[in-house]
């Protein structure tokens, strides 16, 4: 799979998601760090790449529906230090052998990942 890693994630994130097997390219690698939020996911859009992000807004569906994009991944983690974060990326890429973010929005959290789908309520 293709992923954009957001620039709020440490930098080995691409590392771990390439090992794994999958093209992961950094917003920081396409100088698109600080850029609106919107930017970022017309990108993803365009390239139709998967965002993975800390950044929770991408889980407002409202403006983010998960049919209109190729796919977004929140972690959701109080712990943002980047051990914490890194366990959390080794988390989605063991969810990845069995399933795939594409079309949908997955919040991966300690205990689970929740997902939002087409057609899908909450």
């Known amino acids: ?3 954009k890693v957001d620039e709020n994630l ?3 994130t691409c590392q771990v998601l390439r090992q794994a097997g999958h ?3 950094s917003v ?3 100088r698109l760090g600080g850029r609106p ?3 970022v996911a ?3 859009r365009r390239e139709l790449r998967i965002l993975v992000t800390l950044d929770t807004d ?14 977004i991944v929140v972690i959701r983690t109080a712990d943002q230090a980047k051990t914490a974060v890194l366990r959390f990326i080794r988390l989605l890429v063991v969810a990845l052998e069995s399933e795939s973010p594409r ?5 991966v959290e300690s205990n689970r990942i929740r997902v939002r789908g087409p057609g899908e309520a909450w």
């Not at 529906?65 to 190729?70: A, F, I, K, N, V």
């Not at 079309?103 to 919040?107: D, K, N, Q, T, Y």
């Open 1 to 3: 799979m293709e992923f």
């Open 10 to 12: 440490p930098a080995e």
């Open 23 to 25: 093209d992961a390219v």
């Open 28 to 30: 920081g690698d396409q």
């Open 37 to 39: 939020d919107c930017e």
């Open 42 to 44: 017309d990108v993803c």
């Open 58 to 71: 991408f889980g407002n569906i409202l403006a983010y529906p998960p049919r209109e994009y190729p796919g």
């Open 103 to 107: 079309g949908v929005l997955w919040i």
